[in-house]
């Protein structure tokens, strides 16, 4: 059975730091590639960062390249998004998902198991 499960979300002025959690089955952590995905109010959800199962290889969306650092703990099963620098056009719901034709450029619709999300606001 493949379950992601988020973690992390909250208020945070500009500038300041989150991580986020994503704590996933087996199966997907071992086999699958895991990504972080956002939607703010009124747009589309967007690929924010993924890293692979087989190779630990990286992806960034422009907009948080620099900012934002993914990485696994193979001990906990878990993938965080660790989030600096944050701007107010960072706030959005945060998804993590995976699946077994989860691409590594982190396109949306290639992504079959969803969290529920959680949310991450920027503001002062």
């Known amino acids: 059975q493949v379950h992601v499960v988020e973690s992390g979300g909250g208020l945070v002025q500009p500038g300041g730091s989150l991580r986020l959690s994503c704590a996933a089955s087996e199966l997907a952590f071992d086999f699958y590639t895991i990504g972080w995905f956002r939607q703010a109010p009124g747009k589309e959800r967007e690929g924010v960062s993924c890293?692979?199962?087989?190779?630990?290889?990286?992806y960034y969306s422009d907009s948080v390249k620099g900012r934002f650092t993914i990485s696994r703990d193979n001990d906990k099963d878990t993938v965080y998004l660790q989030m600096n620098s944050l701007k107010p056009e960072d706030t959005a719901v945060y998804y993590c998902a995976t699946g077994p034709w989860a691409s590594s450029t982190c396109t949306p619709g290639d992504y079959s198991y969803w969290g529920q999300g959680t949310q991450v606001t920027v503001s002062s």
């Open positions: 890293i692979s199962s087989s190779d630990g290889s990286t």
